[in-house]
């Protein structure tokens, strides 16, 4: 297991009158590979959740594993709790960071380099690699996330929002991480920006093997490129499962103030009305099959 939060508990202002409990008592595992999405509403806990995950936030319960090791507490294995637990830090937080990468909603506003290369190359430059390792790094990198060479010695204010989104990616992926944390990554973007970026995604997915974790508001997104989903809801983990475990409670997760993708709501109104077809169905390609079976067409 790559990413392991045990009992996890965090309050923004503890012990004072605005105190907040964002996230109570998670427990979750992520095994390496998966392509994983997080979902729920505003203030649901997605954001806190993810910032524990590369030790941004420090849980004021529990403890975060990184490969087997408490990033906060040594070994992992004596239950110490947090920031309570009074011990020393003993794990290398800045070598977590390159290898748990997160890239923030509207990364580009942390863009400030003349060019495009010299911006990918700022992480594996503080890595401490060599010059001609950090050139290979940045290119593979710009080139991996769709980043034409005639615009890497561009200035990064010069290029489109959809190719500074790219950039700013391509600066994580440089420093090789094994987990990839996405928050929002096509926010603001138009409908084929956004296509783009998670095709590219997907794609580092597939060809490097890393492990995505995917926070977005849209559920088409996360139905089309997640294995598996996770729904916050009030700092808690409401339903994790794969999207159709997930989506078959689209009703409960309108309580929540979340929606199924499209499909569901068409699949299962077409089953109201007599047709028998997969109401499990998340995908246009999903729906598409069982409506043609259904109705004698394959």
Known sequence: ??????????????????????????????????????????????????????????????????????????????????????????????????????????????????????????????QGLAEDEILVRAKEALSQTGVAEKYWKV????????????VAIAGVLAMNPEVLILDEPTAGLDPKGRDDILDQIKKLHDERGITILLVSHSMEDVANYADRIIVMNNGEIAYDGTPKEVFAHYRELEQMGLAAPQTTYVMNELAERGLDVDTEATTIREAKESISRALGLK
């Open 155 to 166: 200035s990064p204010f010069e290029l489109s929002g959809g190719q500074k989104r790219r």
């Open 1 to 126: 297991m790559v990413l392991e939060l045990r009992n996890v508990s965090y309050i923004y202002s503890e012990g004072m009158a605005f105190e907040v409990k964002a996230l109570n008592n998670i427990n979750l595992g992520i095994e390496k590979g998966q392509f994983i999405g997080v979902i729920g509403h505003t203030g649901s806990g997605k954001s806190t959740l993810i910032q524990h995950m590369n030790g941004l936030m420090k849980p004021t319960e529990g403890q975060v594993l990184y490969d087997g090791q408490d990033i906060w507490g040594g070994s992992g294995q004596d239950g110490s709790k947090g920031r309570k637990s009074g011990r020393k830090d003993k794990y290398d937080l800045r070598r977590l960071r390159t290898r748990v990468g997160l890239v923030f909603q509207y990364p580009e506003n942390q863009l400030f380099e003349t060019d495009v290369i010299t911006d990918v190359s700022f992480g594996p430059k503080n």
